[in-house]
């Protein structure tokens, strides 16, 4: 018979019977079923299930219950435990178990809960000296322990509460630093375009904090309807030449004298694009540029200048050459600001050369000399000019692109017709942006002003946040005024005479409009201002798998229990609608569809969501019988796609589903 301690409450046999177990060795496979024990060890298996049964009810922490519920009713392993404590420690017989060595039984428990077994089975058969990580399945119980804690940690510390206020957060973080940084770098795009990018792949080049469109034919055209166009310059500027208008014409062929003047003319658009062939920045140049300002040709719309590779080379590279280059330059460059002033003048700075693929009669021709170049045309031109539409455009980044893609060239000064490509569609976005105003190219687009539609929802949201306020401070107001008083006298509390509701209906709904009024304010800064910097899509693996793995495994500690049986019900089909919607979402912003074998599964996917949503309609209409309007606004059919007309942005009038509820 056992006795019991004062206080505490655990029999002493249960105690006895826990320690006497532990100098036994199990036997047999780990987790397999024995055969039946002899009464003795029937009587230890009770003790010991006893005593953890005891441990559990006075366990304190929510942490350890969840950790007792993995234990099971069995007992832990010896490994676990450690040292035998001796009788004579605090478990002597007749002796109370105290509340100290309780709680520090309580705390070895739980540190051995992957040794425990359920009743019934044989226990991991550990020697005292081994420890957890050799016991039978505790790998897989701490595993399972591990996913319940962290799961209740991340639900703990990060509710959807806590993530809307942290992209809230990082929204404002970000507007403010694209903010500073706009105020102090600028934001003139048609500048980051003409200086500065990068690549992305191979032939995709990406401007500084804008998007480029590639333009076609037909719209080229249209853009440079009625325009005269001249190049002028060496043989690179003829090259540029030749890939403009093949952008106009792409039937064109490089043919004609290399060396002389090579007309094209478009007569269907009646537009004219010319190459005047002087290959230095001499006395010759002066004069046709002097022919423009001051004499009775017709001025150009658009021009585009450049040379220095023939001063080197006809010059063999003497400083001198360059002295002389940079007197030439600046006479001209009064007259080509003064050009500015009515057209649009660029003048492309050299790019580099391989010289290890230079031929011998251009070894003179290196890329220190062409820097020194570069370095003069900068500082004199706009060195005089005050006026900022007077300015001269420099053109860098044809010589950023050459950095990249020069040792592909087959004569080491001439660039591949890739990078040409590239350079002559910087000088169409350039110029026809502003006039074509595509949706795909936000460089050198002015700031689209502001409509009446957008002024009224400025206006509704703002009075509905506005409404929202002054509810919100009469309804703490009457809470002040409502709330119980204690009666001096008696010393009791007074009840308030009105009983008014914690939230009002109509507080509700305009806290519901200020939501939306936010999120159009977002979608307004993002798509129509210039604050945040824009780029092209480009499609890589990592930019389309990193996001759906990083959500796959955040979305395994958001589980949520149902109570529905049936395979395929309504919760399931759900949250199989919001996994979905979160592929197609990263397949179109990441750019996956010029990927096939995404672009073939996400078709499946949304033939899959429309079937889906389009069996649950007709199921609902066909059971239930209801037609009305108030079915089609709940199911937010027909306002987001209002919403999105108004604020000119796409929006896929799909029912948001329970996994993205």
């Known amino acids: 018979m056992s006795a019991e301690g004062p206080g505490s409450g655990v029999p002493q046999g249960a105690i006895a019977g826990h320690w006497q177990r532990r100098e036994g060795d199990a036997e047999g496979l780990c987790g397999q079923r024995q055969p039946p024990q002899p009464p003795r060890e029937e009587a230890e298996e009770k003790a010991g299930a006893s005593l953890a049964a005891e441990v559990k009810r006075r366990r304190p922490s929510e942490e350890e219950a969840e950790g ?39 705390r070895r428990l739980l540190s051995s809960w992957p040794s425990a077994a359920p009743l019934g089975t044989q ?22 322990l591990a996913y319940t804690l962290g799961k209740r940690e991340i639900n703990h510390y990060f509710s959807v509460r806590s993530a809307k206020a942290l992209a809230l957060g990082a929204v404002l973080l970000l507007a403010a630093c694209h903010a500073a940084s706009r ?3 600028g934001d003139d795009s048609c500048e980051y375009l003409l200086s500065s990018g990068r690549f992305l792949g191979e032939k995709l080049w990406q401007p500084h904090s804008c998007m480029m469109h590639k333009y076609k034919s037909g719209e080229a055209k249209d853009c440079l309807a009625d325009k005269h166009i001249t190049f002028i310059g060496d043989s690179r500027i003829r090259q540029l030449f030749y890939s403009f208008v093949k952008l106009i014409n792409p039937q064109i062929k490089e043919e004609g004298n290399k060396h002389g003047n090579i007309p094209f003319e478009d007569k269907t658009s009646s ?23 001051e004499g009775s040709s017709p001025k150009p719309h658009i021009i585009i200048a450049g040379a220095a590779t023939w001063s080197i080379k006809i010059h063999n590279g003497s400083n001198e050459a360059l002295t002389q280059y940079k007197i030439n330059i600046t006479s001209i460059a009064p007259l080509l600001e003064k ?50 539409k007077a300015r001269v455009k420099v053109f860098s980044a044809s010589k950023v692109i050459a950095e990249e893609t020069i040792t592909q060239s087959l004569d080491g000064l001439h660039l591949p017709e890739s990078s040409r490509e590239m350079s002559a569609m910087i000088l169409m976005n350039v110029y026809c942006n502003k006039v074509m105003k595509p949706i795909d190219g936000s460089c050198c687009q002015p700031r689209p002003p502001i409509t009446l539609i957008q002024k009224l929802a400025f206006c509704f949201f703002g009075a509905s946040a506005i409404g929202y306020l002054i509810l919100v401070l009469i309804r703490r107001n009457n809470h002040r005024k409502n709330k119980p008083s204690t009666d001096m006298e008696s010393g009791e509390e007074k009840k308030p005479t009105t009983n008014t509701s914690a939230v009002s209906t109509l507080e ?28 092209n899509k480009f499609y890589t693996h990592s930019s389309f798998f990193i996001p759906i793995i990083y959500i796959l495994v955040l979305g395994v500690f958001y589980t949520e229990n149902t109570k529905e049986t049936k395979v395929l019900n309504r919760e399931q089909t759900d949250e199989w ?9 990263i397949y179109h912003i990441s750019g996956a569809s010029t990927f096939l ?13 429309l079937f889906q949503t389009g069996y649950g309609h007709f199921s609902y209409f066909w059971i239930k019988g209801d037609f009305g309007i108030y079915r089609v606004f709940q199911q937010r059919l027909g306002l987001l796609v209002e919403v999105g007309h108004y604020s000119e942005l796409p929006v896929v009038p799909y029912s948001s589903p329970r996994g993205l509820a």
Request: charged content about 20%; overall charge positive.
């Open 68 to 106: 007792a519920a993995l234990l099971g009713e069995g007992e832990p392993c010896e490994a676990a435990l450690g040292d035998d404590p001796s009788p004579a420690e605090g478990l002597s017989p007749g002796s109370s178990l105290s509340s100290g060595w309780r709680r520090r039984l309580q």
């Open 597 to 609: 074998p995404v672009y073939m599964h996400i078709r499946v996917l949304v033939a899959a969501y």
């Open 271 to 293: 537009l004219k694009v010319d190459f005047l062939w002087y290959p230095e920045v001499n006395g010759s140049m002066k004069q046709r540029i002097k022919s423009w300002t």
């Open 183 to 185: 105020r102090y770098q």
């Open 123 to 144: 226990s991991c058969p550990c020697a005292p000296a081994r420890s957890i990580a050799h016991c039978c399945h505790g790998g897989a119980k701490m595993a399972a």
């Open 508 to 535: 509700t709904l305009l806290l519901c409009l200020c939501k939306l009024g936010l999120i159009m304010a977002y979608f307004y800064l993002c798509d129509r201002a210039n604050l945040f910097m824009k780029e």
């Open 577 to 585: 609608k919001g996994w979905m919607q979160l592929v197609i979402l």
């Open 339 to 388: 050009l500015a002033k009515s057209s649009d003048v660029y003048w492309v700075l050299q790019d580099p050369v391989y010289e290890d693929m230079l031929s011998e009669s251009r070894k003179m021709i290196t890329n220190e000399k062409i820097d020194a170049y570069n370095e003069a045309a900068v500082s004199i031109l706009n060195s005089s000019s005050k006026n900022s």
